[in-house]
């Protein structure tokens, strides 16, 4: 999900700024959501995180993944899947203000300059509480079951 936000952000960023071919339009979208650029992206932003977008970001981050582009360190892909996690789970919690905010910082504009984007909210927070719920639930689960070994 975070993916599909940064990218649309991007894409309406970049035609926003002016006239643009589709291939130059293109070309710098892939820019701009590959790893390398997201770690950077992350640098300008992590100091004005939350607790709460650092525990989205870090949950991410520490994603066990299988495989790396080649064009991207194992480091810089999990810290554009850290970003793309914190992108995806403040679209669906509905903070659109927030995300335009994090973004603008990304770009380095005025939160004015960055294009809005529609932000279906109440259904996918309902989706968002339930799977945290879900997951918060299956680790006491855990230890549940590790404690009645003892």
Known sequence: MGDCVFEILCRAYLCAKGEKTVDRLHRDTIHMVKASSQAKFVDKIKPMLTE????????????????APKAASAKEYAMATGLETLFGALYLLGRKDRLMELFAMITSESREMVPEIKIVTRKAHEIVSFFLAKNRGNGRKKENKMQNKT
């Open 52 to 67: 709460e977008e650092m525990d989205y970001f870090r949950r991410g981050k520490n994603a066990h993944t299988h495989a």
